[in-house]
């Protein structure tokens, strides 16, 4: 097998030799077994599930949330000849047809999906219907409850794995801390001994710390800039404001920048891309929504602008420097006042207790079987939809609810061809069934849409043969087919005896939850403050021991921190504008009755509830942003005493 390994590896990818720990991955998964690989970024992750699907039948199938990485896997893995497609949200219809066409046929060697994709049941009954020998999780730190970027879609993925009798499991991630790789071991049962760790030090990358205040935070960025050789660099910073802000200020002192963010159209993003890809001097200033999955190995480098949300994203973004060993530089501009902008993310996302009590109400208080809309859910409870699905999981996780396969409550098309055209294909039972199929879709002014409730029981036939009837026109070219308006089945398995208890229990869970974050944060902070090696420090966080201090992060170079340099501005609250601000919270009682909802509008962080009432358009929305959430909160409560 070794040799044959080798062969693959050269053949198909060009390489000579595997890098650390994948051969070891890869044997595991040959014989059959499940396997979970932590490599730093640029560690060859993507080769762990790669190799593997060109020498096992069926299909391997990778699921990532990075969007960038599929497309660049993809284009890399055609130009060596290897089948391999993506579903993701920025492909046509006629894309997505030929995909699954595909799909269908068993021609595909990788098919790359969001995790979101499972909750189409289209997909769904495809997957039910191949062979799949691999199925490739990465990002699967997001799969623990006590990682860095917590997702409860991946909860469910070991579920959607066996649904599609998935012969074998591989989980990847770069960043993960014992308890979390545990997490991720035992969520897809992985043995300890098929579970891969390598050191995520990398000897050619400096690390530096520079505090700064926020009026000299610009002027030091542009002085390095100036002051270091040219390289491809990325600047990260918290908020899309910012992002358009200092790249406007980059590029006016004569640098070639640009901005990305999520909020940008897609096609500005994927200009902003290749831009910075094909270059040797050119600098992105970005959110974190960019570089995940970008393959650019001579990136040189990397700077925090604003502070990461936890060590974990902070070791994800400088991996990204210098992957093509060279040197490379990664300096954190910590402004501490920086943290205030983190730290309401974080508030932002707990709900208030009431609104915890109003969905558990609204998902135990009905009948034995129900479907809900999130984001329906999200509205009435004012609570962000990821919210929303974490609770919800919760509730399936303890046993009270018991998930079914999500539907589309509308379906609609277009036709690209008559119906004449389409039944001449048909003959017998099929022509017939499909000839009253399109005679129940009523005509809007260009769309059709079914009713699928109706149309089964008019029909006498399932929503399966349904879905599946208009999923292969669709795929034909005959029909444009536009499905909308999510909806997630449940089961109540179990009634608890006290509904205001279970309430209680989840937003305690919450807030347990907003700590943890809370204290992501703070580790950063004593990463600035770290009287040792700042990079022995850091392997420390991941369960690594590093025999000596490495020579060239900040502390190890000689410099230090003071510690009034870390320190924050003592808040202020303006009490004029506070009793303003509570005359407003008697005119709106039901938004703003409790401190929690009051507080996020004060400090400019959104809720469903606040841009319903158009409370996020009011003067006073985000008066209070540049103080911290948790201090204005307690001011709040005092007046409720």
Known sequence: MTNELHHALRTHFGYGQFLPGQEQVITHLMAGKSAAAVFPTG?????????????LPGVTLVVSPLIALMKDQIDALS????????????????????????????????????????????????LEQIRVSLFAVDEAHCISEWGHNFRPDYLKLVEFARQSRAERMLALTATATPPVLDDICRAFNIDAQCAIRNSSYRPNLTLLTSPVTAHEHEATLIERLRKRPIGPTIVYVTLQK???????????????????????????????????????????????????????????YVYHFNPPKSLENYSQEIGRAGRDGLPAVCELLFCADD??????????????????QVLIKSLLGQGSEFDVSFYELSGSCDMRPLVVRTLVTYLELEGFLAGGTPFYSTYRFQPLRSSKGILAEFEGERRQFLEQLLKRAKKAKIWFNIDLN?????????????????DYLGEKGWLKVEVSGMRHRYQVVRRPPDLAALADTLYNRCLDRERQEIARLQQIVELTQQPGCQVVALARHFGETLSRPCGHCTRCLGQSTSAASTERIQPAIDESILATALMVRREHPQVLADSQVMARWLCGITSPALTKSKLSSHDLFGVFSDQPFSFVRERLEKEER
């Open 339 to 356: 943290l205030g902008q983190l730290e309401n993310f974080v508030y932002g996302d707990t709900p208030s207790r009431q609104a915890v």
């Open 43 to 55: 560690g060859g992750k993507s080769i762990c599930y790669q190799l593997p699907a060109l020498l």
């Open 242 to 300: 910012t992002a358009e802000e200092l790249a406007a200020a980059v590029s006016a002192a004569g640098f070639p920048a640009r901005a990305y963010h999520a909020g940008l159209p897609d096609e500005v993003r994927a200009g902003t891309q290749d831009w910075f890809m094909q270059s040797k001097d050119r600098i992105v200033v970005a959110t974190i929504a960019f570089g995940m999955g970008i393959d650019k190995a001579d990136i040189r």
């Open 454 to 470: 109706e149309t089964v029981e008019a029909l006498g036939t399932t929503r399966e043969r349904i879905v599946r009837a208009l």
């Open 79 to 126: 130009r060596r000849g290897v089948s391999a497609a993506r579903l993701d949200s920025t492909l046509t219809a006629e894309e997505y047809g030929a995909a699954m066409q595909q799909v269908r046929a068993g021609s595909l060697r990788l098919l790359y999906v969001a995790p979101e994709r499972f909750q189409n049941e289209r997909f769904r009954q495809t």
